[in-house]
C-alpha cells in the first residue's frame, strides 16, 4: 500500500489503523490488502475484477471497509463487488473511494455493488468519495449501487462526495420485498466546473416497504447537479424522496422527481426546493459575530453534515 | 450604555419609519419598549443590531460611535439581538446555535443550564435540527436561550412573547425577571404585554416613529393600562367601546 492511498485512507474511511473488522483495500486496480474473519469473508472473483463479501446469518455488529484508491494519472479502474447479507445479520460496510490526480492524464474509479440483504438482516452502507491532487487529469467517479432486499430486511445507505471530484454520475436501484426499509441519505458538494448526476431507482413490491430518499446538495462556481428519483409503489407500500440544494455563484441544480402508484394504498411523497442561502439565516449567525463567509461556511457545514 | 441620538430612517418616498429618535439605555436596566403596531419597535432593534442601516443620526455603544459598524462587528462589540421571528436552519442543531452563539465549545452542563432556563430539557433538544420540526414556541425558547448563552454586554428581545402558546408565556415571564436579577448589562424587551411592563426598571413608548413617552414603570404603566380598558377602535367614523376580559397577560395595544 503506498503512501498515498493511506492518505486517503484517512479521508474516507477511519484510517487504515483503526480496520477492526474483515477489510479489503484496493488500489489503483488491484488488491493491496485483503483480511477475512471468521464471521465475514472477502474473496477474489474468479471471472473478472472484484470481490464478494460474504456476511453470516446473524452476525451482530462487525465493521467492514473495503476502500478503493487510485492514486495516480491515466488509470481507469472498474470493479464489481457483490454483498451477501446473511439472515438475521447487522453489519457496517464503510467503502470510501479516494481518486488522486497530480498529472494531467484522467484517474477513474468506477465501481459496481450489489447487495442481496437477507431476511430481517440490517445493513449500513457508508460511501465518502473526494478527489485529490493538483492536476489537469479529470478525477471521476461512477458508482453503481443494486440491492435486493429481502422480507424484513433493512438497508441504509449514507453517501457523501464533499470535494475534489470533477465528475460523477450514479446510479443507485433498490428492489424491496414485504417490510423491507430503505434509507438513502446523500450529501454532495460541487465547485468549479464539476458535474454531479444522480439517479435514484426504487421498486417497492412487497406490502409495507418503505424507502426515505434524503439529498441534500451545495452547488458551488459554475458546478452543475441533476438530480433524479424514480420511486415505484407496486403495493401497499410508503415512499418519501425529498432534495434539498443550495445554489451558490453560477451553480445549477436541476431536480427531477417521479413517483409511479400502482396500488391504490401505495403512499408516495416527494418534496423538493432549490435556493440560495437564505438572507435571515446569514444576519441570524452575523448577530452572534460570525462575518459572512464565517456565517456561510457554517451553514453549509450543518446542511451537509 | 447604548446612546441613541437623533436616530432616523426614512424610506425613500415616505414618512420617516424611525424619526429622530434619542435615547439612552443604562447597563443594568430592564427597558420594555412598546407601542402601536406600526410604531418602529422592531426597525429601531434592526438599528442597533446593524440589520438596518439609518440614513441620519448616530449609535454610541460605550462612549463609541458605532453607527457605521457592521452587523459582525457590533456583535463582536458586545450588541445581542434575539429575533420576532426567529431563523431556522436545515442541519444545525440547537447544540450549534448555542455553540456559536457562547463562541467557544460548551460543557454539556453549561448547555443544560441555559436551556433549563427557558423550560427546555437539554436530553430532548441538544441534538435536534432547528428545522420545521420544531414549534412556534420551541423556537422562541430557543432563540432566548442562544440570547443567554451570548452573554452580551447589551442585549435586546423583540417581542419575546410572539407566537408563545400561554403555557411558555408564564414561564417565558419567569426568564426575564430572573434576567432582570441576574443581568449585568443593558436589556431591552420589546413588548406588547402587560406582565412584561410590569417588571421593567423603564417603559418607553414609541408611537409614528417617535417616542411618545417615557418613564418608569411607576410612572408610565397605570395610564398605559387606564388605556386598555377603555380601548376605542374607530369604524366607520363612530368611536365603539371594546371591552377585553380582565385577567393579567392581556394585550393592551
Keep these: 500500500m503506498n503512501e498515498r492511498t493511506r492518505k486517503l485512507l484517512k479521508l474516507i474511511s477511519d484510517g ?9 483495500i484496493r488500489q489503483n486496480g488491484s488488491c493491496a490488502e485483503m483480511r477475512s474473519t471468521e464471521q465475514v469473508s472477502i474473496t477474489t472473483k474468479a471471472d473478472h475484477s472484484g470481490i464478494d463479501i460474504h456476511v453470516r446469518p446473524g452476525v451482530q455488529g462487525e465493521i467492514v471497509n473495503i476502500p478503493a484508491c487510485v492514486t495516480s494519472s491515466d488509470i481507469t479502474d472498474l470493479v464489481y463487488n457483490d454483498f451477501y447479507i446473511g439472515e438475521g445479520a447487522d453489519v457496517v460496510i ?38 485529490t491532487g493538483d492536476g489537469s487529469g479529470k478525477r471521476t467517479i461512477n458508482p453503481q449501487t443494486f440491492a435486493e432486499i429481502s ?52 421498486e417497492l413490491d412487497g406490502e409495507d416497504a418503505a424507502v426515505d430518499l434524503v439529498s441534500r446538495s451545495v452547488a458551488k462556481g459554475s458546478s452543475r447537479q441533476l438530480f433524479r428519483s424514480r420511486i415505484v409503489g407496486n403495493t401497499r407500500c410508503t415512499g ?64 451537509l453534515k | 450604555m447604548l446612546e441613541l441620538k437623533e436616530l432616523t ?27 402601536p403596531n406600526g410604531g418602529g419597535k422592531s ?33 463582536r462589540k458586545g450588541i ?45 433538544y441538544l441534538s435536534r435540527e432547528i428545522n420545521a420540526s420544531l414549534s412556534g414556541g420551541e423556537m422562541k425558547r430557543i432563540e432566548i436561550a442562544t440570547a443567554i448563552a451570548r452573554k452580551a454586554a447589551f442585549t435586546i428581545f423583540d417581542e ?38 410590569n417588571i421593567a426598571d423603564e417603559i418607553v413608548v414609541l408611537s409614528g416613529g417617535r417616542i411618545s413617552a417615557q418613564g418608569s414603570r411607576e410612572e408610565l404603566l397605570p395610564g398605559l393600562l387606564g388605556q386598555s380598558e377603555d380601548c376605542r377602535t374607530c369604524m366607520n367614523g363612530e368611536a365603539h367601546r371594546v371591552s377585553y376580559p380582565g385577567g393579567k397577560g392581556r394585550s393592551f395595544i
Design chain 1, 16 to 24: 487504515y489503523e483503526n480496520f477492526t473488522g474483515a477489510y479489503s
Design chain 1, 94 to 131: 464503510v467503502a470510501g473511494c479516494g481518486v488522486h490526480s497530480d498529472g494531467e492524464g484522467d484517474a477513474q474509479h468506477d465501481g459496481i455493488h450489489h447487495f442481496y440483504v437477507g431476511k430481517n438482516a440490517r445493513v449500513v452502507y457508508r460511501e465518502k468519495h473526494i478527489g
Design chain 1, 151 to 202: 422480507e424484513g430486511g433493512v438497508m441504509e445507505i449514507d453517501s457523501t462526495q464533499i470535494k475534489g471530484v470533477d465528475s460523477t454520475n450514479r446510479v443507485t436501484k433498490a428492489w424491496l420485498a414485504a417490510g423491507a426499509k430503505l434509507r438513502i441519505k446523500e450529501k454532495i458538494m460541487t465547485h468549479g466546473k464539476q458535474t454531479a448526476e444522480t439517479d435514484f431507482i426504487v
Design chain 1, 240 to 303: 418519501h424522496s425529498e432534495c434539498d440544494a443550495i445554489i451558490m455563484d453560477q451553480g445549477v441544480v436541476s431536480a427531477i422527481p417521479e413517483l409511479t402508484a400502482n396500488h391504490l394504498d401505495a403512499g408516495l411523497i416527494h418534496e423538493a426546493a432549490i435556493g440560495k442561502i437564505a438572507g435571515e439565516q446569514l444576519i441570524k449567525l452575523m448577530t452572534l459575530g460570525l462575518t459572512e463567509a464565517e456565517a456561510e461556511a457554517k451553514i453549509i457545514e450543518g446542511f
Design chain 2, 9 to 35: 430612517l426614512q424610506i425613500e418616498g415616505s414618512r420617516e419609519i424611525v424619526d429622530h429618535i434619542n435615547l439612552t439605555l443604562q447597563d443594568g436596566k430592564f427597558t420594555a419598549i412598546t407601542g
Design chain 2, 43 to 75: 426597525t429601531l432593534a434592526k438599528l442597533i443590531a446593524g440589520v438596518d442601516r439609518p440614513t441620519s443620526g448616530q449609535i454610541l455603544f460605550n462612549g463609541e460611535d458605532i453607527t457605521g459598524l457592521s452587523i459582525t462587528e457590533r456583535a
Design chain 2, 80 to 124: 445581542g439581538f434575539a429575533f420576532q421571528q426567529p431563523v431556522r436552519f436545515k442541519g444545525l442543531t440547537v447544540r450549534d446555535l448555542l455553540e456559536l452563539a457562547a463562541g467557544e465549545p460548551a460543557s454539556e452542563t453549561q448547555l443544560m443550564e441555559y436551556l433549563c432556563a427557558v423550560g427546555l430539557c437539554a436530553k430532548d
Design chain 2, 160 to 197: 419575546p412573547e410572539a407566537g408563545i402558546d400561554l403555557w411558555s408565556f408564564s414561564s417565558l415571564i419567569d426568564v426575564f425577571s430572573n434576567f432582570r436579577q441576574e443581568w449585568a448589562g443593558g436589556l431591552v424587551v420589546i413588548s406588547h404585554q402587560e406582565r412584561i411592563l
